[in-house]
Nanobody, 119 residues
Framework: QVQLVESGGGLVQPGGSLRLSCAASGRTSSSNAMGWFRQAPGKEREFVASINLSGSTAYADSVKGRFTISRDTAKNTVYLQMNSLKPEDTGVYYC?????????????WGQGTQVTVSS
């Protein structure tokens, strides 16, 4: 079982930045892909970004050019740098560890961290 703990959420004004962190522990596989999803009130959880061991990344169209995902395999930690935040980025952000090496097929979830973009 993999445990994932997110941190870094909060309240930020439109145009601001936040960096989320996700620390993995337990029966981890630092080789599997990891990623971020988010869920806004009244909406389904949606994919945000993912990264695999080779460093290949994927992003939702809505965040391309604004968000950057990265990972430190030595620390079993994945990050999400979010810039130029918009009110529509508001939601609970969940870290996910994939069942697969190269693609994001969520197998484990973190508890989520709230991100609120508002003036």
């Amino acid at each position: 079982q993999v445990q994932l703990v997110e941190s870094g959420g909060g309240l930020v004004q439109p145009g601001g930045s936040l960096r989320l962190s996700c620390a993995a522990s337990g029966r981890t596989s630092s080789s599997n892909a990891m990623g971020w999803f988010r869920q806004a009130p009244g909406k389904e959880r949606e994919f945000v970004a993912s990264i695999n061991l080779s460093g290949s990344t994927a992003y939702a169209d809505s965040v391309k050019g604004r968000f950057t995902i990265s990972r430190d395999t030595a620390k079993n930690t994945v990050y999400l740098q979010m810039n130029s935040l918009k009110p529509e980025d508001t939601g609970v952000y969940y870290c996910a560890a994939s069942k697969k090496l190269w693609t994001m097929v969520p197998g484990s979830w973190g508890q989520g961290t709230q991100v609120t973009v508002s003036s």
